[in-house]
């Protein structure tokens, strides 16, 4: 308490506050940093955090703690604010329509699955880690330092992407509430397609609700309530409507392109369901995690999931799959059998949906890049929390500055294919993080389990990705499937059968381990599979930017973090940290 440091002002620029770290002090500094550079790699891709660093030591870089003010009720609603949005209103029509025909149900609800499986593994870690770095933090624990830089980098990548995909999406249904054509009020430019129409009022949206976000996160979950309610209403309009005015022949034929149009048509609806890991990232504003966080994130996914599949029958029964608009489906669909007033009702719903979508976005991307700030890996003045707000001001700009610069001129198909792999990537690295933390302790674990999990881990991995290369060679084979899902049958069945769980869940646990974990990485990695080339190319583009980026700077600021003398807490936080200990 003697060393407790004093509230500094919060809006200061100076280069220690971009870059404190010994190594960027000078060039001499720099180039001295830069000759180190595969000796502290080496370091870095074998460090592994611990959960009380993540949990205590990381929030003395904020200088300000997160205002505890969020329940069960808060975290439910915001998971329909999260998430249901651009994807299930604008996706949903793009995929019947392009890949997988009235089956677009059926796609629905493989990628439900495959994010019900990440949600149980969202949910242990949030309840153990209760902190705002989400998947990065809890990768970071397991996986150490370089994964978790890779869940950084997918993490900021798709809450840029996210955020204007969803602006876009916005704007189009606008129009559509005016009468007016989707692209209508777009500026026309001669730039190549799908950048050739630029779009300033996504880049309203995303200031105006970053400013609600900013301003405090309990208004923004009151404004969260009315408007999610609001789009539940019309929801149920939707489905209700629509399966009234349902013809069955419009479900044949069922699966025009065959199983591939499905599961390429589950891949990009994945993206339909980002937005859950945010509620992960408030668990540092929720009043008992460990009550909280399980009734929030499972109840109200597994409530959309259901929500999704009702939807998309809806549609895809009102409507053949070719005369589906795949900019405003529902909207159109509704005006082509006579209930012309009804696409308007469905255009503001879907406006409050994806208003909501951006809303709880802009709370929780900020909280990812606040954590990932605290580490070091971006510069430490975006992790710095508001003293009066309680929210972290210039995290938030980072990501919507980004997005609003991304929204202007980038169409959303461009941006669907990308989302979805950097989400299912994650995905995957948090099934596997948490098969590690339930069978590897450090001090408990015999070396020798170490091995075996390892081995049998990359069985798993491998054998998933060569039955996903597999499907992607040979739609129609069966032959391949004969070696690769025994060799992960058997590996994760060797995990049960022969390695002991070295650490029990404390609250609330992941069921049937390992299992879900392992199918979870197995449909993860099938599905990154049943996207398209182009889409890797664009991540592979993204990929290379981001080591270049570590190399120079991410990994010589975070060994600086590491090794420097750990910070004194300040008051607020350490006022904060005793009353969650007492309750």
């Known amino acids: 308490m003697g060393d407790e440091i004093q509230p500094r002002s919060y809006w200061r620029w100076s280069k220690q506050d971009f870059f404190p770290g010994d190594s960027f002090q000078n060039w001499s500094a720099y180039r001295s940093a830069l000759s180190q550079t595969f000796t502290r790699l080496k370091e870095r891709v074998a460090s592994r955090s611990e959960d009380a660093d993540e949990i205590v030591e990381l929030r003395k870089e904020s200088e300000n703690e997160m205002k505890r003010c969020l329940s069960w009720w808060d975290l439910t609603w915001f998971g329909f604010g999260s998430v249901i949005g651009a994807g299930i209103f604008v996706l949903t029509g793009q995929e019947a329509h392009e890949h997988a025909g009235p089956g677009i149900v059926l796609s629905y609800v493989a990628s439900g699955i495959s994010a019900m499986l990440s949600v149980f593994c969202y949910t242990e870690f949030a309840v153990e880690i209760p902190v705002a770095g989400g998947s990065f933090a809890y990768i970071r624990v397991e996986l150490g330092d370089f994964a978790a830089f890779i869940t950084a980098g997918n993490i900021i990548l798709g809450s840029i992407a996210g955020s204007a995909a969803v602006a876009r999406a916005w704007t189009s249904y606008f129009t559509t509430l005016l009468n007016r054509h989707p692209n209508s009020l777009r500026i026309h430019t001669n730039l190549i397609d799908g950048f050739n ?282 032959l391949g499937y004969t070696v690769t899902v025994p060799l992960w049958f058997l590996a994760t069945l060797a995990i049960w059968v022969l390695l002991p769980q070295d650490r029990t869940p404390k609250f609330w646990g992941v069921p049937l381990v390992p299992w879900f974990p392992s199918l979870s990485v197995a449909l993860n990695v099938f599905l990154m599979g049943s996207l398209g080339a182009q889409a890797f190319i664009r991540f592979g583009i993204c990929a290379v930017v981001m080591l270049i980026y570590y190399i120079f700077f991410g990994l010589h600021a975070t060994y600086d973090m590491a090794h420097q003398p750990k910070k004194p807490m300040t008051s607020r936080i350490l006022e904060e940290d005793m009353g969650s200990a007492r309750a």
């Open 197 to 478: 129409l630029l779009d300033p009022i996504a880049v309203a949206i995303l200031a105006i609700t970053s400013i609600i976000a900013i301003s405090s996160t309990r208004r923004t979950s009151y404004f969260n309530w009315i408007a999610s309610a609001v789009n539940m209403v019309v929801i149920s309009f939707v489905i209700i409507a629509g399966l009234a005015h349902a013809n069955t022949s419009n479900l044949t034929p069922f699966a025009p392109h065959g199983a591939k149009g499905i599961f390429v048509a589950a891949a990009i609806v994945y993206f339909a369901y980002g937005g859950f890991d945010n509620i992960a990232t408030m668990a540092e504003e929720t009043k008992n995690p460990s009550k909280d966080i399980p009734l929030g994130l499972l109840g109200s996914m597994s409530i959309i999931t259901v929500i999704y599949c009702l939807m998309a029958l809806s549609l895809s029964m009102m409507q053949k799959y070719t005369d589906i608009d795949p900019n405003a489906a529902y909207s159109v669909a509704f005006q082509r059998v006579g209930m012309k007033w009804a696409k308007y009702l469905v255009a503001l719903g879907a406006l409050k949906g994806m208003t909501t979508v951006l809303l709880a976005g802009a709370i929780g991307q900020a909280r990812y890049a606040t954590h990932i700030a605290r580490v070091h890996m971006i510069p430490p003045w975006f992790s710095l929390v508001h003293p009066k707000t309680g929210t972290p001001i210039n995290a938030t700009l980072l990501i919507r500055v980004a997005s609003a610069c991304i929204a202007f001129f980038s169409s959303l198909d461009v941006l669907a294919s990308l989302l979805s792999i950097s989400g299912l990537l994650i995905s995957m690295l948090m099934a596997v993080a948490l098969l590690v933390r339930r069978y590897y302790v450090r001090g408990i674990t015999p070396r020798m389990n170490l091995l075996k999990l390892s081995f049998f881990l990359l069985v798993i991995i491998v054998s998933s990705v060569g039955t996903s290369a597999y499907w992607g060679l040979d739609p129609n084979g069966w």
